[in-house]
Antibody, heavy 121, light 107 residues
Framework: EVQLLESGGGLVQPGGSLRLSCAAS????????MSWVRQAPGKGLEWVST????????YYADSVKGRFTISRDNSENTLYLQMNSLRAEDTAVYYC??????????????WGQGTLVTVSS | DIQMTQSPSSLSASVGDRVTITCRAS??????LAWFQQKPGKAPKSLIY???SLQSGVPSKFSGSGSGTDFTLTISSLQPEDFATYYC?????????FGPGTKVDVK
């Protein structure tokens, strides 16, 4: 059974940093691209970033480029999102999502339960 | 960036109704289109990928169609567990983009 479990969310001041983790199980982690998607309170879904299965290719939304870094540890089956220079508009539930493919996008098939990030003073 | 629109933004329906939601892309995306269902306070659930392929475990009352710029999600006979918000998403090119969602509630 595929499981994705996010952690690391919390309250942080504007300008602060936070690192999210997504622990994966039930599939061959290194074989699949992984993504982060966020949802601000009462709003729709927003794609944040994608990392290929090998870790060689990264993609970011313009809204987070230069501030967020996606990475993975295939030996630990874990996806990360390092978030720096956080802003109030980054407040959201952050979901990790598994792609059906390793490199070329194939669509998300599994999602984690989400972790809430609140940026406020 | 590819813009995704959905119509209607909300709809009211009864159990047993056939429901159709439309999604349109601002440029052609071949069949790189997914549909998700989300209930309040829950994570999204993947329903359909490649415009018309059902994710494993998703009941056949859900179906998708379309290619290029115009797509539809159909629920053949709405059940109580289907009242939710539905999102489309294109993954033809980065940045991936989602539609604004269609909320399906009880008439």
């Amino acid at each position: 059974e595929v499981q994705l479990l996010e952690s690391g969310g919390g309250l942080v001041q504007p300008g602060g940093s936070l690192r999210l983790s997504c622990a994966a199980s039930g599939f061959s982690f290194s074989g699949y691209a992984m993504s982060w998607v966020r949802q601000a309170p009462g709003k729709g879904l927003e794609w944040v970033s994608t990392l290929s299965g090998s870790g060689a290719s990264t993609y970011y939304a313009d809204s987070v480029k230069g501030r967020f870094t996606i990475s993975r540890d295939n030996s630990e089956n874990t996806l990360y999102l390092q978030m720096n220079s956080l802003r109030a508009e980054d407040t959201a539930v952050y979901y990790c999502a598994k792609d059906k493919k390793g490199y070329n996008p194939g669509g998300f098939d599994y999602w984690g339960q989400g972790t809430l990030v609140t940026v406020s003073s | 960036d590819i813009q995704m629109t959905q119509s209607p933004s909300s709809l009211s329906a009864s159990v047993g109704d056939r429901v159709t939601i439309t999604c349109r892309a601002s440029q052609g995306i071949s069949n790189s289109l997914a549909w998700f269902q989300q209930k309040p306070g829950k994570a999204p659930k993947s329903l359909i990928y490649a415009a018309s392929s059902l994710q494993s475990g998703v009941p056949s009352k859900f179906s998708g169609s379309g290619s290029g710029t115009d797509f539809t999600l159909t629920i053949s006979s709405l059940q109580p567990e289907d009242f939710a918000t539905y999102y489309c998403q294109q993954y033809n090119s980065y940045p991936f983009t989602f539609g604004p969602g269609t909320k399906v509630d009880v008439k």
